[in-house]
C-alpha cells in the first residue's frame, strides 16, 4: 500500500469473514469495549480497517487458542493500548521523573500480564494432571484385564 492509496475499510459482513467471526461476536466485543471501529459510513455502517482486523485475529486467538476469557482479554488489551500510550509519553518528555513513572506504571502493567499468563499456565498443569491420572487409572484397569483379572469398580 502506497501513501497515496487510503487503507481499505470493510464492513462487518466483510470482516467477519476475514478473520472467521461472526457478525454477533464482533458486536459483541464493540459492547465490550474490546474494539471500536475505525469508521462509520454515511449509511452508520461499521467500517473496520487493517488494524481492527488484527485485534480480532488477536482477541480470538487469545479467546480459542489460549482459553481467555473476554474479561481477562480486556484486560490483556487495556495494558497493550496503554503500553502504545507510554511508549509515546516516554518518547516525547525530558523529565526523569516523569519517565521515571511511566516506566513504573510499564513494569506493574507487565506483572499483571505475567501473572495472569502464570495462573492460565496453573490452571492447565492442573487439568494436564487430573488429564494423566485418569488415563492412568484406565490403564490400571487395561493391565487388569490383559491379565485376566476382573477390573475394579472403584470409579
Do not use: C, W
Not at 32 to 47: I, T
Not at 51 to 65: Q, V
Not at 116 to 128: C, P, Y
Not at 133 to 145: D, F, V, Y
Amino acid at each position: 500500500m502506497t501513501a497515496e492509496t487510503p487503507a481499505r475499510l470493510l464492513r462487518i459482513q466483510e470482516a467477519a469473514a476475514e478473520v472467521d467471526l461472526t457478525t454477533r461476536s464482533i458486536r459483541y466485543y464493540e459492547e465490550l469495549g474490546l474494539l471500536r471501529p475505525a469508521a462509520r459510513s454515511e449509511g452508520a455502517y461499521r467500517l473496520y480497517d487493517g488494524d481492527d482486523l488484527e485485534r480480532l485475529r488477536f482477541i480470538k486467538g487469545l479467546r480459542d487458542d489460549a482459553g481467555f476469557g473476554l474479561a481477562e482479554i480486556g484486560r490483556l488489551l487495556e495494558d497493550e493500548t496503554a503500553r502504545e500510550r507510554n511508549r509515546e509519553r516516554f518518547r516525547a518528555t525530558a523529565d526523569p521523573a516523569e519517565r521515571r513513572a511511566i516506566l513504573v506504571d510499564a513494569i506493574e502493567r507487565v506483572d499483571r500480564q505475567v501473572e495472569s499468563l502464570r495462573a492460565k499456565i496453573d490452571r492447565l498443569e492442573g487439568m494436564i494432571a487430573e488429564a494423566e491420572e485418569r488415563r492412568s487409572h484406565l490403564r490400571r484397569h487395561l493391565a487388569e484385564i490383559d491379565a485376566g483379572r476382573q477390573p475394579g469398580h472403584d470409579r
